[in-house]
């Protein structure tokens, strides 16, 4: 039987996410007041922090999915995807343009950064029932593929996650960049692509679009189920990031970032302080 959450842990469990994220001072994991297997409570944690950042001017301008790759699964001791979602102030996309100042990193508390296939939406995916939610039916709502970094985050010392610390901290969501060559998914397979992610010029991660929960497509149909569940639909100009393409790493203010996705132009980025 899973752990029952009391609505006054949950409600602890926001407020100290949402402290350490105000403070950029790392907090404990969650886990001592949500458990390790009450999905349903971390997921309201999540809401509870999206929620409260909505409330304060925010919009919700897409989704995430976290943990997609078996690379990045060891790499946070977790053995299954989780989503969690984008808000319009997550958005540092200017920083892809040429001449374009480095992207600030005052909002971080221990950046890592990933590469992914990104998707907009041209359309809802609400059909009448969950069965209907099949690959052809995604790929149909995909308005364009573009390449993306994802700068995930934790709120929570040392990375110190389990499964359900990830989800309720918004899946270790920080910002997120999409970079300016967008493609037609009749002009690019998002399961063959390869990738490479170089820090100032230094191969640091690499992988492929068959990492991705075995095709970014495929991630997108889980995606789209989850949303489905939560009644909470994927909607027409939404960005959905897919999931890491190989390992996140580690990055510091002054760094050139350059992610390399086949059939796309480089995305190229600069951190500052």
């Known amino acids: 039987m899973g752990f029952v959450t009391s609505p006054d842990a949950i409600s602890a469990a926001v407020e100290r996410l949402a402290t ?14 949500i458990g390790t297997d009450d999905l349903p409570a971390a997921y309201a944690v999540q809401q509870g922090l999206v929620q409260a950042r909505i409330d304060g001017g925010v919009s919700v301008v897409g989704r995430k999915i976290g943990a997609t790759s078996k690379a990045v699964q060891d790499q946070l ?17 200017a920083g892809a343009q040429p001449g374009a ?13 990933e590469a992914e296939v990104a998707f907009r939406l041209g359309r809802d995916i609400n059909p009448e029932s969950e069965d209907e939610i099949t ?28 499964f359900t610390d990830t989800v309720a901290d918004n899946a270790s969501s920080g910002l997120f960049v999409i970079g300016t060559d967008p493609k037609p998914l009749a002009e690019i397979s998002p399961v063959d692509v390869e990738m490479t992610l170089t820090i100032n010029g230094e191969l640091r991660s690499s ?25 909470d639909p994927l909607r027409a100009g939404h960005l959905i990031l897919s999931g890491a393409l190989g390992p996140f790493v580690p990055f510091a203010a002054g760094d050139d970032v350059v992610a390399t996705i086949s059939g796309f132009a480089p995305l190229s980025v600069t951190f500052g302080e």
């Open 20 to 33: 350490a994220q105000a403070t950029r001072v790392p907090c404990a994991a969650v886990r001592d007041l």
């Open 77 to 93: 001791g977790v053995d299954q995807p989780d989503f969690g979602y984008l808000l319009s102030d997550m958005d540092v996309s």
């Open 101 to 113: 100042a480095p992207i600030s990193m005052r909002t971080l508390v221990q950046p890592r950064v």
């Open 135 to 162: 690959l052809d039916l995604v790929r149909d709502a995909v308005e364009f593929a573009i390449p993306s970094l994802e700068i995930v985050d934790s709120r929570i010392e040392n990375w110190d996650i389990k």
């Open 207 to 231: 992988g492929n679009g068959a990492a991705c929960l075995g095709d970014p497509l495929e991630a997108l149909r889980w995606l789209a189920v989850q949303a489905y569940r939560f009644d």
